[in-house]
């Protein structure tokens, strides 16, 4: 039986996974004729999915030097966790503000810990979920330029953002803390919801930044394999 040849989506999905599981090392390099070896394809389907990964921000293409995965500096997360706390807190004055009891009550419902709606043991699925729920809230405040800014700064976080989510206590903990943070908003309780969030963030920020340093740790000296295994 001849061998089934990967697409493009194919490549595209397997090294995304490997980026985010830390397979390949963060801010290491590696060429198309290393891909293309490696998953036993033409340099085409290679440079597509290098193309649509660079857009994504996980890796930086440079021209006759081959292919920079995006490097992960602790300090520079914190940086960025810092900013997301103050644009969450405004976020949630304006929410406070602005946004109904009707859509701050499907909103809860959405993240009652007693049903976990759609919960899935898909770290990507549930980081995808999580960020609708703080986007909705800024959205709700009405300020869509915030919302933007909440987006930037997510797309920043995303590689380690997922790794909040590959316990099974950690997603508990986030139906209960989302939906805490909306009843607090249904009372217009604004200190007690910004106390809420800015605890929810710190506890996710640290666990990620565990995580993150653990993987980085096992990974440090595995060089990209020279061949796909079978």
């Known amino acids: 039986m001849a061998e089934t040849r990967l697409s493009a989506k194919d490549v595209y999905t397997r090294l995304r996974e490997m980026i985010l599981n830390f397979e390949i090392y963060p801010g290491s ?10 998953f036993g394809v033409s ?3 290679i440079r597509s999915a290098l193309q649509r990964l660079e857009a ?5 293409v440079l021209p006759k030097q081959g292919c920079f995965i995006r490097n992960l ?5 914190s940086k960025y966790y810092q900013v997301r706390k103050t644009l969450e807190q405004l976020s949630l004055q304006l929410a406070n503000t602005y946004m109904s009891d009707t859509a701050l009550s499907e ?5 009652d810990p007693a049903r976990q709606i759609d919960r899935s043991d898909d770290p990507e699925e549930m980081e995808a979920r999580d960020e609708t729920f703080h986007l909705a809230l800024a959205e709700g405040g009405g300020n869509l330029i915030l919302r933007n800014y909440l987006a930037d700064v997510n797309r920043h976080l995303r590689i380690v953002r997922r790794l909040g989510f590959t316990r099974s206590e950690r997603i508990d903990q986030t139906y209960d803390d989302h939906y805490r943070i909306c009843q607090s908003l249904l009372r217009r309780d604004l200190a007690e919801a910004q106390t809420l969030m800015r605890d929810h963030i710190q506890h996710v920020e640290q666990f990620v930044k565990t995580i993150t ?3 980085l740790a096992i990974n440090k000296k595995h060089s990209f394999p020279a061949k796909k295994t079978a």
């Open 213 to 215: 340093l653990t993987q």
């Open 56 to 60: 994504e921000g996980y890796l930086t």
């Open 73 to 77: 500096d602790i300090d520079d997360l």
């Open 43 to 45: 340099r085409t389907p």
């Open 107 to 111: 909103l809860a419902a959405a993240w």
């Open 29 to 38: 390099r590696v060429t198309e004729t290393e891909l293309a070896d490696y």
